[in-house]
């Protein structure tokens, strides 16, 4: 039995160093699971996060209330983090689409309203000593509309960069420390902060991490082919997750 992996227009989106793939589709959400597409980094759903029609197949629907996911840290040093989301109401300040690693002590995370880059959509970094660095994208949230965001770190090369729809808002020749500098006890969100911060109201879709940054190329193509689409024939979902695994 052959089973193809394909997007809208026939490419995959880069499978090469994918180390985590929440696509949100059915099966994948069940109960207080969220299901690694590769099987290996499974995540809890706390609160009453609902799967429906995304932008792709199914969307995870955060309440901004209880809502929120959680995963096991992953120990990077070069990665790429990148998501579909939407706001069904006014995002607050500070507020997060993902929020990894410690907070304070060393984190990554984007939000949809940052309070130091003028409430735009943008990423931060805080790292250990207390320092922090904040990108901005120039842009607001609107509500109702669908974003596509990437946050790359090329920790030894080109810094960290911000793409919004495919286009690099903000780069920083940033190279100070990264995930596997920070140890154990990260914790690592969707739509949750690491600090007292709101909830995410809104919906997120299609979250991928890579190992490594990707290139400018590569995320407009993510962006738009986002997703792979499986053609299977009475094919068992591990079976499926084998096969993607055999792509990376």
């Given at each position: 039995m052959?089973?193809?992996?394909?997007?809208?227009?026939?490419?995959?989106?880069i499978?090469?160093?994918?180390?985590l793939?929440?696509?949100?589709?059915?099966?994948?959400?069940?109960?207080k699971?969220?299901?690694?597409?590769?099987?290996?980094?499974?995540g809890r759903?706390?609160?009453?996060?609902k799967?429906?029609?995304?932008?792709?197949?199914?969307?995870?629907?955060?309440?901004?209330?209880?809502?929120?996911?959680?995963?096991?840290?992953?120990?990077?040093?070069?990665?790429?983090?990148?998501?579909?989301?939407?706001?069904l109401?006014?995002?607050?300040?500070w507020?997060?689409?993902?929020?990894f690693?410690?907070?304070?002590?060393?984190?990554?995370?984007?939000?949809?309203?940052?309070?130091?880059?003028?409430?735009?959509?943008?990423?931060?970094?805080h790292?250990?000593g207390?320092?922090?660095?904040?990108?901005?994208?120039?842009?607001?949230?609107?509500?109702?509309?669908?974003?596509?965001?990437?946050?790359s770190?090329?920790?030894?090369?080109?810094?960290?960069?911000?793409?919004l729809n495919?286009?690099?808002?903000?780069?920083?020749?940033?190279?100070?420390?990264?995930?596997?500098?920070?140890?154990?006890?990260?914790?690592w969100?969707?739509?949750k902060?690491?600090?007292?911060?709101?909830l995410?109201p809104?919906?997120?879709?299609?979250?991928?991490?890579?190992?490594?940054?990707?290139?400018?190329?590569?995320?407009k193509q993510?962006?738009?082919e986002?997703?792979?689409?499986?053609?299977?024939?009475?094919?068992?979902?591990?079976?499926?997750?084998g096969?993607?695994?055999?792509?990376?």
């Amino acid at each position: 039995m052959v089973t193809t992996f394909s997007a809208v227009d026939g490419r995959p989106v880069i499978p090469k160093d994918l180390v985590l793939y929440w696509s949100f589709d059915n099966p994948t959400v069940k109960g207080k699971a969220a299901k690694d597409i590769l099987g290996t980094r499974d995540g809890r759903l706390e609160g009453n996060p609902k799967a429906s029609a995304g932008k792709f197949g199914q969307r995870l629907e955060f309440d901004g209330k209880s809502d929120f996911a959680t995963m096991d840290q992953i120990d990077l040093g070069d990665f790429t983090v990148e998501a579909w989301f939407k706001a069904l109401s006014a995002p607050g300040t500070w507020s997060r689409v993902f929020d990894f690693g410690k907070g304070g002590p060393g984190d990554f995370f984007v939000t949809p309203n940052h309070g130091r880059t003028g409430n735009d959509i943008a990423g931060g970094c805080h790292f250990s000593g207390g320092g922090r660095v904040d990108f901005g994208s120039g842009e607001k949230t609107k509500v109702g509309t669908w974003y596509h965001v990437a946050l790359s770190f090329d920790k030894d090369g080109e810094g960290i960069k911000l793409y919004l729809n495919a286009e690099m808002k903000k780069h920083e020749k940033f190279n100070k420390e990264s995930f596997e500098d920070w140890g154990e006890g990260q914790n690592w969100y969707l739509a949750k902060a690491n600090w007292g911060d709101p909830l995410f109201p809104g919906v997120i879709d299609e979250l991928r991490i890579y190992s490594r940054a990707l290139s400018d190329k590569e995320i407009k193509q993510n962006m738009e082919e986002a997703g792979l689409s499986v053609t299977a024939s009475n094919q068992k979902l591990v079976e499926i997750w084998g096969n993607l695994k055999a792509l990376k």
